[in-house]
């Protein structure tokens, strides 16, 4: 696990490509070792005291680093930090070691409720305030650096009086955190809000950005006739969310990439395939990037 | 560093975005409720059916993490009345705390008060495995007593000794037998045992379904937690030992609180007792 952290601090310079771990697929990575460079879990997947999920993660992790995701803290939520569930987090961080640490722009629980789905703040100077004071206090327990990523939403708020790329803008000047760019949220969002998904990653922060994410998206239609995409992580990634992809690759210089598939989970080399073709795309700009430094 | 900031302003707008969240909140839960004031499409344009993907979200993911807790229960009442039994629980009693596989602790009662199943009794017996099961497969790891290498270093008469259960180990008391029902219908892979302290011929077969009591034991020995079921005798045996007895005292008390059906097999049941990896030398 320590070389594995090494390596990765000195390589940042090609194509780190990584996939969502399942537990369905325990089993064959641990037999096939793939090439993949890392995986990522949900933090709330491995709370538990023992067993299964944590005898499989820590086989995996003997070759292979980690990123730790996690789903539940609500960052964006109006109430204090769950504290217990925040030490829960830390024992699963401190126990692993994970190279990246990442959670939402979003709530999730309100008044002792825990609602199970990544739902949307407006982006106010107070809201602001709120989530800058909740990343203080998870970076300050975890002792290091997180990362923040951009929901995909449905909805707008017309309280909101910041764009959400200066508000991703200024929650990590504020913070020091870095941030976790979904291109698939990118497209379903600026699709579902009627923005250009160009328009918006060139006015993302992409200098503060440490890993980006893949993932399909479901489409749908509402009761005015208007089209609008459903973030469902149940399929590949579509055509225009690789195109956009390439452009986020460039801004960000190649940032280490991950493909969620977390509904109707596939075969493991289906999943690998996404993870292959993001690789493709990464090496070509670390290759054109080595040329042109040659040059 | 954050930004400076007026104080009663900032409460008076916490207050606000607190005022949003609960009414967000209560809107996702109760479909009847308007789309909370200020979310829109895009401006002015309010679209039910696209805060309705939230609610959907909301409650889809629930109902799928509770079914992920009792796969038996839902199969044997089937998927629609799952779904539609899950959503009353869920309105009435939704997680708080984000680990859901720990939510849904008291579906089992929620079952047996359930009107609409006064005639299914013994599912709240088949939860109730069901949550064991849950616990047991996430429960801490532990070592259990290895008799077999360590019985030499004991230094007195292995009766003498105190024993507690391994941190995997489950004890439940069901009001129905349902080890068939439960084992066929669950969606783990569950080895099951029978052991007694008093076995009779008839009792080498586990019940499908049968008015109990029946009482049972989860294990971890490694990875999957396994099934045992007791006579009332040993499941009598296993409190005493979590009280502190010896293990002489535990199997005395053990015959002296039980009604005993059939013959006294300690010797078959102790052996079995420490193949199973369920207990921990303590004293």
């Known amino acids: 696990m320590a070389n594995c952290i090494k390596n990765w601090e000195k390589e940042q310079a090609r194509a780190f490509v990584g996939v969502g771990l399942k537990s369905e697929h325990y089993n064959e990575i641990l037999r096939d070792k793939p090439s993949l460079d890392f995986f990522e879990v949900h933090a709330e997947n491995y709370m538990g005291a023992g067993g ?40 699963v961080h401190d126990r692993y070691q994970p190279v990246l640490f990442s959670e939402h722009l979003a709530w999730s629980t309100h008044e002792g409720t825990f609602f199970n789905d990544l739902l949307p703040l407006p982006y106010t100077s107070e809201t602001l305030r709120r989530v800058c004071e909740h990343i203080d206090e998870v ?42 760019l979904d291109v698939n949220n990118v497209f379903v969002s600026c699709t579902n809000i009627g923005c250009t998904p160009e328009g918006y990653l060139h006015a993302f922060p992409h200098e503060h950005v440490g890993e980006m994410h893949l993932g399909g998206h479901a489409e749908d239609q509402d009761e005015f006739g208007s089209d609008f995409l459903i973030d469902a992580h149940d399929r590949e990634v579509s055509d225009p969310v690789w195109s956009l992809y390439k452009l986020a690759i460039s801004l960000t210089k190649g940032a280490p990439t991950l493909i969620e598939w977390d509904n109707d989970v596939p075969e493991f080399t289906r999943l690998y395939s996404e993870a292959e073709a993001a690789r493709s795309y990464l090496q070509a700009f670390h290759r054109q990037r080595g040329n042109r430094h040659v040059a | 560093m954050l930004p400076s900031v007026d104080m009663k302003k900032a409460n008076n707008s916490i207050q606000a ?21 200020g979310i829109v499409k895009s401006r002015g344009i309010i679209s039910k059916k696209r805060f309705d993907v939230y609610r959907n979200n909301v409650m889809a993911s629930l109902i799928e993490a509770l079914a992920a807790n009792y796969p038996a229960v839902q199969k044997l009442v089937g998927d629609d009345y799952f779904k539609a039994l899950a959503s009353i629980y869920i309105y009435s009693q939704p997680p708080s705390q984000p680990v859901l596989y720990e939510y849904g602790e008291s579906f089992a009662q929620f079952l047996a008060s359930f009107p609409g199943l006064v005639d299914f009794p013994y599912l709240e017996s088949v939860a109730k495995l069901e949550w064991s099961w849950l616990s047991s497969f996430h429960s801490a790891d532990d070592r259990s007593f290895d008799f077999s290498n360590e019985e030499n270093r004991l230094g007195k008469p292995i009766g003498d000794c105190q024993f507690r ?44 379904l049968a008015v109990g009591p029946a009482y049972y034991l989860f294990v971890r020995p490694d990875l999957s937690p396994e099934l045992y079921c007791l006579d009332m005798a040993g499941f009598e045996l296993f409190n005493e030992l979590v009280r502190g007895k010896s293990l002489n005292e535990a199997l005395v008390k053990a015959a002296s609180k039980s009604t005993p059906n059939g013959e006294l097999d300690a010797q078959e049941f102790l052996e079995k007792l420490f193949s199973s990896n369920t207990l921990v030398l303590s004293g």
Do not use: W
């Open chain 2, 17 to 37: 975005h607190n005022e949003l969240q609960k009414a967000f909140s209560l809107g996702l839960i109760d479909s009847r409720r308007e789309v909370p004031t």
């Open chain 2, 165 to 208: 259960p391994t941190k995997s180990v489950r004890l439940i008391c069901c009001d129905y037998d349902v080890t068939g029902a439960y084992i066929r219908n669950t969606s783990a892979n569950i080895n099951c045992e029978i052991m007694r302290l008093y076995s009779s011929k008839k009792d080498e077969h586990y019940q499908d």
């Open chain 1, 52 to 91: 299964s999920p944590h005898a499989y993660l820590e086989a995996i992790t003997e070759s292979y680093p980690l990123s730790l995701h996690g789903v539940g803290l609500s960052i964006g939520g109006a109430g204090k930090l769950d504290r217990a569930h925040l030490q829960r987090l830390k024992m």
């Open chain 1, 139 to 180: 970076q300050q327990t975890l002792g290091r650096q997180m990362l923040l990523e951009n929901p995909s939403t449905y909805i707008v708020f017309e309280q909101s009086t910041i764009s959400e790329t200066e508000f991703l803008s200024q929650v990590a000047q504020a913070t020091g955190c870095g941030l976790l």
